[in-house]
Nanobody
Framework: QVQLVESGGGLVQPGGSLRLSCAAS????????MGWYRQAPGKQRELVAV???????NYTDSVKGRFTISRDNAKNMVYLQMNSLKPEDTAVYYC???????????????WGQGTQVTVSS
């Protein structure tokens, strides 16, 4: 099993910044993609940003130029730097990691418990 622990959420004013972190632990041989998703009240969970094992990145249009995803493979961590935050960024943010425990096992997706980000004056 793999456990994911997110941190860094909180309350911030519009235009402010936050940095989310997600640490993966447990039976991990290798990690493929790592990503951040968010879910606002009454809305479906959506992809925010994803980073592949080769550090290729993809962002949803609404955060391009404001958010940056990065990873530290030595620490099994993924980060989301969020700048110029807007009220519409308010949501619970979840990290997702695709990992495998043995070379003959397929990659499995694991989710964190979520961290609240609130952007309000």
């Amino acid at each position: 099993q793999v456990q994911l622990v997110e941190s860094g959420g909180g309350l911030v004013q519009p235009g402010g910044s936050l940095r989310l972190s997600c640490a993966a632990s447990g039976r991990i041989l290798s990690i493929n993609a790592m990503g951040w998703y968010r879910q606002a009240p009454g809305k479906q969970r959506e992809l925010v940003a994803v980073i592949g094992s080769g550090d290729s990145t993809n962002y949803t249009d609404s955060v391009k130029g404001r958010f940056t995803i990065s990873r530290d493979n030595a620490k099994n961590m993924v980060y989301l730097q969020m700048n110029s935050l807007k009220p519409e960024d308010t949501a619970v943010y979840y990290c997702k990691v695709s990992s495998r425990s043995f070379i003959w096992r397929p990659y499995i997706d694991y989710w964190g418990q979520g961290t609240q980000v609130t952007v309000s004056s």
